[in-house]
T-cell receptor, first 117, second 110 residues
């Protein structure tokens, strides 16, 4: 079974440019997370989706960041315009809903490394 | 969220057991103890979790203190592939997001 798929793996842009990251979660996983990981730090939650609904976006910088999960499957995270401080790894994770008897284990993708020049 | 405290780094020789400590003195009765690890250039991966009793799986063992204020992740025979950052996380239920700290960077020496 395929894991969580993210693209692009690496992206280099100049500041003020837009950038988008895509995530395809594991089939059947209705909870999806976006995390940001700065160098030397643990991942920080940006947004959580239950199906197509964003149920926790309190940590998402809404002035420049947006996310969508229109059909409750794959998701896109966008930054417009990017700033130097946005350089980080953006991680997507998914998990099956609790109704499936899950322990709540999160499955992470490999991440998208963004460098803003 | 209750906080965990882990050493910044640890070192182990290959094929020896590794004990990774985690302190969580403010843990509540409904907090589960989760461990994830992150290999270089990878996303985190689940290792093990428990509530009160010690737990074993194919990757590791989790020893939980009787008062639950600390726990230890045990890798029985470290290999070079176990070199990673190990995160100890308290989680109230399966539906709450993981809140990561800085974790412990484990180096394994051949």
């Amino acid at each position: 079974e395929a894991g969580v798929v993210q693209s692009p793996r690496y992206k280099i842009i100049e500041k003020k440019q837009p950038v988008a990251f895509w995530c395809n979660p594991i089939s059947g996983h209705n909870t999806l997370y976006w995390y940001r990981q700065n160098l030397g730090q643990g991942p920080e939650l940006l947004i959580r989706y239950e199906n197509e609904e964003a149920v926790d976006d309190s940590q998402l910088p809404k002035d420049r960041f947006s996310a969508e999960r229109l059909k409750g499957v794959d998701s896109t995270l966008k930054i417009q315009p990017a700033e130097l401080g946005d350089s980080a790894v953006y991680l997507c994770a998914s998990k099956i809903g609790l109704a499936g008897g899950s322990t709540g284990e999160l499955f992470f993708g490999e991440g998208s490394r963004l460098t803003v020049l | 969220d209750a906080k965990t405290t882990q050493p910044n780094s640890m070192e182990s020789n290959e094929e020896e057991p590794v004990h990774l400590p985690c302190n969580h003195s403010t843990i509540s009765g409904t907090d589960y103890i989760h461990w994830y690890r992150q290999l270089p250039s990878q996303g985190p991966e689940y290792v093990i979790h428990g509530l009160t009793s010690n737990v074993n799986n194919r990757m590791a063992s989790l020893a939980i203190a009787e008062d639950r204020k600390s726990s230890t992740l045990i890798l029985h025979r470290a290999t070079l592939r176990d070199a990673a950052v190990y995160y100890c996380i308290l989680r109230r239920s399966g539906n709450t997001p993981l809140v990561f700290g800085k974790g412990t960077r484990l180096s394994v020496i051949a």
